[in-house]
């Protein structure tokens, strides 16, 4: 049933590129899990209402989900580096080189950000080109030893910004996607060199629009990868707090899901659609939209990273985001992240139906059961109800007479024994994420 899966599901995949490698840091088995502080905060970030937010993630008990990591986006550095070029808090973070001992005392790993260019995204002076020294070109090696002795366990690297683009090195005869390849294995030996094993994302979402679109950025992730490598790519822009967004910034996690399946050697690095929206404004997605956003999340294999109020966080918003049978599905990786099922038959125009295979487990001799599972992911994005179904070939279950136990993961209810097929009625933007497990034959 798995080889089955695998071609299936596989058939429309790039055949495009060669063997990928991720970061040798030791890090990267699974899709990373945490808070972040940009989508929700931005510049307005502190270290007060940072430290409020490292207790609060503590007390209602997301680590023991596997929400380890609470990362400080851009905004907390100064504009300019000490007397040894060394980068400096700002003034809002006025025991600043504190905080990885606090965040680590709360049991969780401590991440910050860095960008590739000579400022930083938020930082970068549209009116004076000529300001550098607070971005990390130039400085990848002092920096990375710098955010070590700060006791950083996860970089978000952000890309070359804006105006940024027009300044040298970038208009030298070099492309960009060779300039960007040079840069962020720069900065991935560096992160190896200091002795401390650091989650490295590279977190330019304008790594696919100046490369020329997605196949460009593809090649790019795979040519990097070879030279260093990274352990999570953002696979798009910025996701903002509304409905039509999700599947905007899921669609390029489809294309590398596809494009690098099948090329690693170890483990891939995990796209990451950007941080979780979820629970910042449920007028604009609702909580409906939330659970679809967050199922979607789970069976595509992105990194599982909030970025919302968690002190006063809605108590459906924290059932939705501490589902342990949903996260479960999100960290679970036998070789394939979860991709579209292109068949025909399961994808109709209205239905987004997702689908990737589960660890191998042991048949279960008295009841006949194959444990090779299957997880689904149903979406109506239709804008009114309508049955959306599951052909369970599209799946690598074949035979009218193959038993598939379906099991409703939200909800944690078994649904029964189906045959051929699934359906279900799903209001628009409703979801089902299911487990899958055939009858052994």
């Known amino acids: 049933m798995r080889n089955q899966m695998h071609a299936l599901l596989s ?17 990267g088995e699974r899709p990373p899990m945490g808070w972040n502080s940009w989508n929700l905060a931005g510049c307005q970030i502190n270290e007060s209402f940072f430290r ?38 700002g003034p809002n973070f006025p025991t600043g080189n504190t905080l990885g ?8 790993k401590f991440g910050m950000y860095l960008s590739a260019g000579p400022k930083t995204c938020s930082l970068r002076d549209p009116n004076n080109h000529s300001a550098t020294g607070w971005g990390s070109y130039g400085y990848e090696a002092q920096d990375a030893l710098w955010i070590a002795k700060q006791g950083a366990d996860y970089l978000k690297y952000d890309g070359v ?16 996607l060779d300039w960007e390849q040079v840069v962020v294995s720069k900065m991935g030996v560096a992160l190896n060199a200091t002795g401390r094993r650091i989650w490295y994302q590279y977190g330019s979402p304008y790594v696919w629009s100046r490369h020329g679109g997605a196949e460009a950025g593809l090649q790019w992730i795979v040519k990097n990868a ?15 707090d509304n409905w039509g967004n999700v599947g905007e910034q899921i669609g390029g996690v489809v294309r590398y899901n596809r494009g690098i399946s099948q090329q690693c050697q170890g483990f891939c690095p995990w796209p990451d659609a950007d941080c979780l929206e979820i629970g910042n ?8 939209e939330s659970q679809s956003y967050f199922s979607w999340y789970a069976v595509a294999n992105a990194p ?78 239709g804008s009114t109800p309508a049955n959306v179904t599951l052909f369970f070939p599209d799946v690598g279950f074949v035979g009218d007479t193959v038993g598939v136990l379906v099991r409703d993961v939200v909800h944690g209810q078994d649904l029964g024994m189906f045959y051929r097929s699934f359906s279900v009625l799903l209001n628009t933007t409703e979801s089902r994420l299911l487990k899958l497990i055939a009858r052994s034959s």
């Open 52 to 89: 409020q937010t490292v207790d609060a993630v503590a007390a209602k008990g997301f680590l023991e989900l596997g929400y380890e990591y609470i990362n400080l986006d851009d905004c907390w550095m100064d504009t300019k580096r000490d007397e040894q070029g060394n980068l400096q808090w």
């Open 304 to 381: 599982l990273i909030m970025s919302t109020r968690v002190d006063t966080m809605d108590a459906d918003v924290q059932q939705i985001l501490q589902n342990r049978e949903v996260i479960a599905i999100n960290q679970d990786y036998a070789g394939m992240k979860g991709q579209p099922v292109t068949s025909p038959l399961s994808a109709q125009g209205y239905a987004t139906v997702w689908a990737k295979p589960l660890t191998p487990q042991a048949t279960n001799a008295s009841t006949g059961f194959d444990r090779n599972g299957v997880a689904a992911f149903l979406l109506n994005r």
């Open 101 to 108: 001992d606090y965040v680590h005392s709360k049991g969780f």
């Open 11 to 27: 058939a429309c995949a790039c055949a495009c590129v060669s063997v990928v490698f991720s970061l040798d840091n030791g890090l």
């Open 281 to 288: 404004n449920l007028t604009h997605i609702n909580l409906m």
């Open 161 to 176: 910004c804006g105006g940024d683009y027009n300044m040298p090195p970038l208009n030298g005869s070099f492309s960009m």
């Open 226 to 240: 070879s030279l260093g490598g990274v352990n999570s790519f953002r696979s798009g822009f910025d996701m903002s």
